[in-house]
């Protein structure tokens, strides 16, 4: 281990990890605070919400990388990105200040949240920068390890919270209040503090390697500058078929985490009648564990230099093959279900038939071994994904500038992100969760076949 030669990625990973906390400070208790304060939330309007965060994501990432380049940094884009996640975690706290329409509110803090996180692309693209081929799969392994640890850090704070359910302790009577939704978001503003304040004493920028085009009506910001810098790239000699490969693969292993991911709040209101409380434990519970062994897969790619050992082209097979078995595994087949929970008007809780035609239709497995395929499959399926698919991404790039094709892979993902909740809420609502593990299942299937196909092409990348 060299300081000098880990200094800047480690910046960078820890960055990461802060840069992450905002979301996961609120995942598990987004849908059931939208619910209890807005009775007139639906699934389909969280999904819209969840959408509006990976809009911004995907407009602000290539904003922000393209602002990155003109620049020559990242620092004063990192900068303006946190800040603009701060002012997001404001308006989240003070959500209860609005009298009505409150998940409309909570729409746009969800939208400040993900141009906010836009930065995102900059930190892969700084850690390919600032490593050799030798360690840079170690990097991206600790990256990943960094998303996934921040991922445990907001179910600790909400299950540190769970002596004060909903509304809890007033602050500023009456509408300020700390309870098991509402304490996250303050841990998420100290965490962003501390990202603004190590970009601006730690974070050292460098020098791009490859130079675009300067000449006058491009030097400015704009969208000549934009157009100018994406011709520049179609000139670039790359493998482009296998960039679209690694594109398409990037939404394919975004698919599970951007449909489960949002639908899995309404399923336990709807298919195991869970209340709020007990849907941040469980789900709190569950993301810690998640957390601790896709950290520890990565901490072990990274330590024992399995990048050098282990194919990347076997690694993402293995992580799609891991999700496939575990829609089928957590498949309500007829022989190890139930029927749904009917729906209570009292509690609002159970499958209302008002709103989901299915209830007397579909069946629920046992919620044990579903969140048990469910944790297995997030724990070890998406961080190695991420981990093959980065490595050999930016192999596939060269030796250039990478902040626009980084931002590009990025939003690849970021439209699975925004399209997948739409589609899975809707999926969800309209026929039940046993279709959209079908088509997922089918979806992944393909994914593999491909890139199985292009086996022998990615070997040089490997």
Not at 171 to 182: A, E, F, T
Not at 368 to 385: G, Q, R, W
Request: charged share 10%; net charge neutral.
């Amino acid at each position: 281990f060299s300081w000098a030669e880990w200094k800047r990625p480690l910046v960078a990973i820890v960055l990461t990890f802060l840069c992450n906390v905002e979301s996961s400070m609120l995942s598990m208790g987004e849908w059931p605070y939208m619910s209890e304060i807005d009775h007139d939330a639906t699934a389909t309007f969280y999904g819209f919400a969840t959408a509006a965060n990976k809009a911004g994501h995907v407009v602000f990432a290539f904003i922000f990388a393209i602002w990155a380049h003109k620049i020559s940094g990242i620092k004063i884009p990192m900068l303006v990105g946190r800040s603009i996640t701060l002012v997001g975690c404001v308006m989240y706290i003070f959500v209860e200040f609005i009298p009505s329409n409150r998940r409309w509110w909570m729409l746009f803090c969800y939208l400040f949240f993900g141009i906010g996180f836009g930065t995102s692309p900059l930190l892969r693209s700084y850690i390919a920068r600032v490593t050799t081929e030798e360690n840079r799969s170690s990097a991206y392994a600790l990256q990943n390890g960094a998303s996934v640890l921040s991922v445990m850090v907001g179910p600790i704070a909400q299950i540190a919270f769970a002596g004060l359910p909903y509304p809890g302790v007033d602050i500023i009577p009456p509408h300020l209040k700390l309870n098991i939704y509402s304490a996250p978001i303050w841990f998420a503003v100290i965490t962003n503090i501390i990202a603004i304040l190590i970009t601006i004493f730690l974070l050292k920028d460098t020098e791009v390697v490859e130079e675009l085009s300067r000449d006058g009506s491009a030097s400015k910001f704009s969208l000549a500058s934009i157009k100018e810098q994406f011709a520049r790239v179609r000139t670039l000699n790359l493998p482009w078929i296998l960039v679209a490969l690694a594109v398409f693969q990037k939404m394919v292993a975004t698919l599970f985490n951007s449909t489960m991911g949002v639908v899995v709040g309404p399923l336990m209101t709807a298919m195991y009648a869970l209340d709020g409380l007990q849907i941040v434990l469980v789900l709190g519970i569950s993301q810690i564990v998640v957390g601790l062994l896709a950290v520890g897969f990565s901490l072990i790619f990274a330590l024992c230099k399995l990048g050098n050992r282990i194919s990347c082209r076997v690694l993402f097979v293995f992580s799609n093959v891991v999700i496939i078995l575990g829609y089928l595994i957590s498949y309500p087949f007829p022989f190890d279900s139930s029927p749904l929970q009917p729906f209570n008007e009292t509690t609002r809780l159970g499958c209302d038939p008002a709103e989901y035609s299915w209830c007397d239709s579909q069946l629920v497995v046992n919620i044990v071994p579903f969140l048990i395929t469910m944790i297995l499959s997030s724990a070890l399926a998406i961080p190695s994904a991420g981990l093959s698919l980065d490595t050999i991404y930016s192999k596939i790039i060269g030796d250039i500038d990478q902040n626009i094709m980084q931002a590009i892979f990025v939003v690849a993902e970021d439209i699975m992100l925004i399209v997948g909740p739409i589609y899975g809420t809707e999926v969800f609502t309209a026929i039940g969760i046993n279709f959209l593990q079908i088509i997922n299942g089918c979806i992944y299937i393909l994914g593999t076949v491909l890139w199985l196909a292009a086996w022998k092409k990615l070997a040089p990348y490997n």
